[in-house]
């Protein structure tokens, strides 16, 4: 047995030795709310994690007039104090690739509190589940990402390439965190974020960026209704010809990457508020949401079709020729990305997964942005997503990971990043 | 030419020569925002105009366990410290019948302020018409009921009946500003309500209530917007639902005091709020909105009827037989009202009407509800609704009133107080 195939037993064996640490590790980070402005007590946990990997670790609070200035920088806030980023590094002997794992440790609004079984910060165990929100998306991931780590350092290997651990605030909101990474210099040959891809590797990811749209009515007395222009129903119009718009640009799709993505790049209308009287008519509803990039077009040219489209409403209803709507593209944008499906980081992920599973693992399309978009094309990083966990649970109440998973994905980052980076024998 | 008929005449002849008088105070009034909560300043306005006409005040706070356990009681709020009612009576000489004058002072918010072309408390006089919230509903018609009282008293017209003049708050909300001085005693033998009726006589009205209907969805992430239920698409689903009931409802109305009204009683859903993120499919909406209640049902029917067309959602979507839709009855209530086509009361309106304008007046129900179903079912008083002002305007941006109208009623109703009290000669 070659020195590679013995350290990934030791490795394995390790994993299967050290599962309690894990998951404490994950309840710990889970019981942390770290919606936006709250990161700072589950980076404490990071921080902690890393010192005692003996990792060098960088925290910082991300800003600057470069940083707020960059085209890439979208936030729906331009003050980050108490919201801290935090990277750990793993420095290698030289002469190998090095290697990003890059993970958010931001997590969405829990929701409706009362459709969870369990309190949305219980990091609560049943059943080989943790319960959670952002068990899945993506605490899960990054505790896969510590424990490789852990591994590597408890087992004393040493690898020739950097291996560079980020925790990063604000992908939720369009990966600021990750931007600010970058312009402090963090770049290299290949990057990993394992978002919850139900164990699916995506070479591809779909892109993405929040609207807002104004949507004017008239306002009258509510008993007489008929002398006023109702926002709440024009809003109803504009909602059904978004969905014509998604159908007409999925109906494009074609890469077979995307082939059981039932909408590879949706349109997601998220909040919606309007009218301020229960008797009045109400003149004025705004609908927030998420407009689904393809990785084959361009940022702008996905604004001016929805921009276009928007301003068709004319032909669906004349009153939008008298007020058309509004539309605002704000807070949070998720640029789309792609590396070749035979790139290197991918051969070596697939090699892996197939080792530790046993299995051929599914290549597709992410059915949503990560931070991967911004690595590859603004940090000239290739990144390949993958992970534990699935979406359909993500941003859901009851929100859960299968611990297994977990362990699973940090057996096979493991043995990648060694395969990637080299070992120093 | 008889006493009555001369004294109709300087009445007349008074309003003509006091003009300025009149708009001044409507200006002052509008000027003074007495949204609810804000009512202060412009009571105090009345208060000095009343003091200057020589009538008893009585001025206080709603509030106490009989009131606020009361079945008709019903605001959004229990607490009224800063927003007094105000009554200002006329002694009668003995013998003649009482009158009470009865308006609102509270106004419903300005809206979207950017389709205001005046400032919605500017007060703003142009072409004869005076811009601002209020101005109809009913600022405009206090001024009719204080104009009248004016040139009663510059004229030293003695009555024989009390004469009893109301600014009471929370009419947009329910009428417990009524329904406190009901309880402090304030009847009558009939009342006028100079709500904006476009200078049409309602001997019958339109009851009406606030509804909330929660919505719910089932989150997941907007990128896999297909994993979860949408509340908004559902939400749509049952703003159509309403719109069938209130057309089924509109179809049984049958008086022809209802024939000009293109829909006697609406449902009107006057706000929406829902989701709480641009990137998650929305669990939860909230609607809400004002149910017409028709003078020929009682308010309970209403409700149930109301509340068994929602349990009839899951018959079109099978998905509300799962998650389905709860309402609640909150805030406002406004009782329906109505009195007989020939009560003396009507008649006197109508003929004075004719003196003054000319023409026949048009006898119709309320597209709305108002404080005279309070009147005449808790106050044992009967009640007509007559005023200046159109109820287009009412609620509106861009709200206003003609002036001209609210000498008009000015004058009619100064008639008919002469009328139906009794001249003490």
């Given at each position: 047995m070659d020195v590679q195939s013995t350290v990934k037993n030791q490795i394995h064996e390790w994993l299967k030795n050290n599962r309690d640490q894990g998951v404490h590790l994950l309840v710990e980070l889970v019981k942390a709310d770290s919606t936006q402005g709250n990161e700072k007590a589950a980076q404490k946990i990071v921080i902690e994690?890393?010192?005692?990997?003996?990792?060098?670790?960088?925290?910082?609070?991300?800003?600057?007039?470069e940083f707020l200035n960059h085209p890439y920088f979208v936030s729906p806030r331009t003050e980050f104090k108490g919201s801290p980023n935090v990277v750990g590094i793993k420095k290698g002997t030289g002469g190998g690739r090095s290697l990003i794992l890059n993970g958010h440790i931001d997590v969405v609004p829990a929701g409706d509190v009362e459709q969870w079984e369990h309190h949305p910060y219980s990091g609560k165990v049943v059943d080989g589940k943790l319960y959670g929100r952002g068990a899945t998306d993506m605490k899960g991931g990054n505790v896969s990402l510590l424990l490789a780590l852990a591994a590597l350092q408890s087992l004393s290997i040493k690898l020739k390439g950097d291996v560079i651990f980020q925790s990063v605030i604000e992908e939720e909101s369009g990966g600021s965190g990750t931007l600010s990474a970058i312009l402090r210099g963090y770049k290299a040959?290949?990057?990993?974020?394992?978002?919850?891809?139900?164990?699916?590797?995506?070479?591809?990811?779909?892109?993405?960026?929040?609207?807002?749209?104004?949507?004017?009515?008239?306002?009258?007395?509510?008993?007489?209704?008929?002398?006023?222009?109702?926002?709440?129903?024009?809003?109803?119009?504009?909602?059904?010809?978004?969905?014509?718009?998604?159908?007409?640009?999925?109906?494009?799709?074609?890469?077979?990457?995307?082939?059981?993505?039932?909408?590879?790049?949706?349109?997601?209308?998220?909040?919606?508020?309007?009218?301020?009287?229960?008797?009045?008519?109400?003149?004025?509803?705004?609908?927030?949401?998420?407009f689904g990039?393809?990785?084959d077009e361009t940022i702008d040219e996905a604004k001016s079709e929805m921009e276009n489209w928007l301003l068709a409403l004319k032909d669906v209803d004349p009153y939008f020729a008298e007020q058309p709507v509004s539309i605002e593209w704000f807070g949070a944008r998720w640029v789309p990305g792609a590396i070749e499906t035979d790139h290197d980081i991918m051969k070596d992920l697939i090699a892996n997964y197939q080792k530790v599973i046993g299995e051929v693992p599914i290549v597709e399309a992410a059915p949503w942005g990560t931070d991967g978009g911004l690595l590859t094309k603004v940090g000239a990083t290739p990144t390949v997503v993958?992970?534990?966990?699935?979406?359909?649970?993500a941003h859901h109440p009851n929100e859960y990971i299968e611990i297994e998973k977990v362990f699973e994905a940090a057996e096979i980052i493991a043995f990648t990043i060694i395969d990637w980076c080299g070992l120093d024998e």
């Open positions: 994690t890393l010192h005692d990997l003996g990792l060098d670790v960088d925290v910082w609070e991300q800003g600057g007039e040959d290949a990057a990993i974020i394992p978002e919850p891809t139900n164990m699916k590797i995506f070479p591809k990811q779909q892109g993405s960026m929040w609207f807002r749209i104004h949507v004017k009515g008239r306002s009258a007395h509510g008993g007489t209704r008929y002398e006023g222009v109702s926002a709440i129903e024009k809003a109803m119009i504009v909602i059904k010809h978004l969905r014509k718009l998604e159908q007409i640009r999925n109906e494009r799709i074609s890469d077979p990457l995307y082939e059981k993505v039932p909408i590879p790049i949706p349109i997601n209308v998220g909040t919606i508020e309007g009218g301020n009287w229960p008797s009045s008519v109400p003149d004025y509803v705004k609908l927030e949401g998420r990039v393809s990785p993958f992970g534990p966990g699935v979406t359909e649970k």
